[in-house]
């Protein structure tokens, strides 16, 4: 136990303190049942104030609360008087870190393949999206529409028949080839002793989803789950104000309306003309002049081909960099000092600090400490756009992406030909590129619609060791798809042999070079295997 000196508290003030706080005498608790507007103002005072939360609470905040509620019922009096008390404290100390101090949880449902990757843009939020290798798109939503994003615009066009009638027939085709898919793989792959006839059914439909993933296109809805600060939440809907995506621009005022019934001073300056309304003037402009410029100094120029990977930039001496931050808080010396030792210690002695550092990792989250961010690794990247998905939402790297379009083409996974089922897979990126090439002109941020997750699209990721550890060997495991498998396995062979950081790539020791037939198979078992433990059925 932790040496606290517990506070005492009246009969009266438990019975308040109780509906709040997890626990009156420990030193950690959290804050339950109050406005986060309450508890982001009751914690930016408390960087200020000698009292503790609680007795903060008490002397401060009760006063302008209703504390009548049940425990679990929030017992404010109401939301403006929340908003009042908070604006004080925001008034006083007018730091914007304050709206980091207020979350929420927020559902954002049927948005397309490209309205996501908006939403996911930002680097401190929280983000679980649904996953295609779960949820098959032969299914109907409750219209009796397939599942993919209709632009009001584009439908009232010209090419609004042009665009449901292609859209329809890329989900016929998907539906129709996911069944034969199934059968092929469980063929393929028959039922092994020991598996139970779910945990193989399991792993065969998620062969098939992630085989025929490619076929579906960004048009394609999904549901996000989100968290996030009430300073996280601003940016991203000033953001999303100025994209040139129109579902984008929609979707932030249905966003904006919820979040005003519960943060609304977190976010009240989104809409303030002269702070978000100038805020995302200037990012349409730099946007627009950025087209421009790159149009005229590119005229010229034509992609090179590249392979899938290509580490584009690296420090030949960052493994000398990484070895002498490692010693740096074990020693007394200045950096450039110990920077100059580590570059004149031996092989051998290079290799034992690192050993020394790394440790004994039992498992991928295991993960050293931050002098693997020492040096850092630039990568050019062309996979296909389901890979890109996943790999997006490793937000503390920084990564850029070019508009999607099907000008780099598209991969297919050698099992759908083995199916029997490329003829219908090709027809679907012809109809996809027909049906891009006629949006271009008139409606050339709805084209992206039309490109499907089969076709290629290039992104950069640059990242320290320490990130790049942490997503190469997550990216790696047997479970994961093999589009994206393929893309951390190759940067980690860039590391070892081309960077020549062999050191760094050995200590990434949970990297998987391996390939799987039934990525999920494995997965299956063990969940079996603790749902058997728990005595929990299976839900066929």
């Known amino acids: 136990m932790l040496p606290y000196a517990a506070e005492a508290w009246t009969d009266e003030e438990s019975e308040v303190l109780r509906r709040y706080f997890t ?50 019922i929030d017992a404010t009096v109401g939301l403006q008087r929340a908003e009042d008390l908070y604006d004080r404290v925001f008034v006083e100390y007018g730091d914007d870190s304050v709206a980091q101090l207020g979350g929420v949880h927020l559902a954002c449902e049927q948005a397309s393949n490209l309205l996501t990757k908006v939403l996911e843009w930002g680097r401190l939020m929280a983000y679980m999206e649904q996953s295609t290798r779960y949820i098959a798109y032969d299914a109907r939503l409750s219209n009796g529409r397939y599942r993919y994003f209709r632009d009001p615009d584009l439908l ?20 129709a080839a996911l069944p034969l898919a199934q059968q092929w ?3 393929a792959h028959p039922r092994q002793p020991g598996d139970s006839d779910f945990v193989h059914r399991q792993s065969v439909r998620a ?67 002269e702070r978000g309304g100038a805020w995302g003037e200037y990012l349409s402009s730099t946007r627009s002049a950025m087209d421009d410029v790159a149009s005229r100094v590119l005229a010229e120029e034509a992609p090179a081909p590249r392979q899938t990977v290509t580490l584009v930039d690296y420090d030949p001496e960052g493994e000398d960099r990484v070895i002498a931050a490692m010693l740096y808080a074990y020693s007394d010396l200045p950096d450039d000092q110990l920077l100059a030792r ?20 039992q498992n991928r989250r295991h993960r050293p400490g931050r002098a693997f961010e020492a040096t850092s690794y630039r990568f050019d990247i062309l996979s296909d756009y389901g890979a890109f998905r996943d790999l997006q939402r490793h937000r503390l790297l920084t990564i850029e992406w070019q508009a999607l379009g099907p000008r780099h083409g598209f991969e297919m996974p050698a099992a759908v030909e083995e199916a029997g089922l490329g003829d219908e897979f090709r027809e679907c990126m012809d109809r996809a590129e027909g049906l891009y090439d006629a949006l ?14 089969a076709h290629r699209v290039r992104y950069v990721m640059q990242m320290n060791a320490r990130e790049a550890m942490h997503v190469i060997e997550l990216r790696t495991t047997p479970q994961g798809h093999q589009s994206y498998r393929e893309v951390c396995q190759e940067m980690h062979r860039l590391i070892a042999e081309q960077a020549g950081h062999r050191v760094i790539a050995e200590a990434m020791k949970f990297v998987d070079h391996g390939s799987y037939d039934l990525e999920r198979l494995e997965s299956e078992r063990r969940a079996e295997a603790k749902r058997t433990a728990r005595g929990t059925r299976t839900q066929n």
């Open 342 to 361: 580590a570059k004149r210690l031996s092989a051998d002695e290079k290799a034992s600090v690192v050993r020394a550092y790394v440790g004994d990792r």
């Open 156 to 175: 009232d066009s010209g090419l609004g028949a042009r665009y449901v009638g292609d859209m329809d027939r890329i989900f016929d085709a998907y539906a």
């Open 23 to 72: 626990n009156l005498d420990g030193p950690v608790f959290a804050v339950t049942n109050l406005p986060e507007v309450v508890k982001g103002a009751l914690f930016a005072r408390y960087s200020r104030s000698p009292k503790s939360l609680r007795r903060l609470f008490l002397d401060e905040f009760v006063g302008d609360l209703d504390v009548t509620g049940d425990a679990g």
């Open 207 to 273: 062969k098939a989803f992630d085989t025929l993933r490619g076929m579906l296109p960004a048009a394609a809805l999904s549901n996000v789950g989100i968290y996030g600060t009430g300073q996280a939440y601003e940016m991203l809907l000033i953001r999303m104000r100025s994209h040139p995506l129109p579902e984008a621009r929609a979707y932030a005022d249905l966003m904006l309306e919820e979040l005003d019934k519960v943060i609304p001073s977190f976010v009240k300056r989104v809409a303030i003309p």
């Open 440 to 453: 271009c002109e008139d409606f050339p941020a709805q084209a992206g619609y039309a490109v499907t997750l």
């Open 185 to 187: 793989f469980n063929k």
